[in-house]
């Protein structure tokens, strides 16, 4: 059974910073994507980053504030959020896909396995 377990979440003031843990068991993803969707209350869940087979995306919002990084020795992806803003207010999702894709992935539907998710609160 597979299971994606994240961690890091919190409540943290605008500017500050956080690092999301997302700990993958029961297969490995080495040749796919690990990544991190986010939804914020009312609205569509939406693409922040992903390692896809060692190559690193991140959604035009996100840049030069957060930076995605895949431990394959733990079957784990991080996603460290600098400068965080009261916008990036959202429960996090890790998302994990085990086939490999010449097309990054970063659409929800090109994902095979979630998360339980884990709250980011930014306070301005």
């Known amino acids: 059974q597979v299971q994606l377990v994240e961690s890091g979440g919190g409540l943290v003031q605008a500017g500050g910073s956080l690092r999301l843990s997302c700990a993958a068991s029961g297969r490995t993803f080495t040749t796919g994507a690990m990544g991190w969707f986010r939804q914020a209350p009312g609205k569509e869940r939406e693409f922040v980053a992903t390692v896809n087979a060692g190559n690193k995306y991140l959604a035009d919002g996100v840049k030069g504030r957060f930076t995605i990084s895949r431990d394959n020795t733990k079957n784990t992806v991080y996603l460290q959020m600098n400068s965080l803003k009261p916008e990036d207010t959202a429960v996090y999702y890790c998302?994990?896909?085990?086939?490999?894709?010449?097309?990054?992935?970063?659409?929800?539907?090109?994902?095979?396995?979630w998360g339980q998710g884990t709250h980011v609160t930014v306070s301005s």
């Open positions: 998302a994990a896909r085990w086939r490999y894709s010449a097309v990054v992935p970063t659409t929800k539907d090109s994902y095979d396995y």
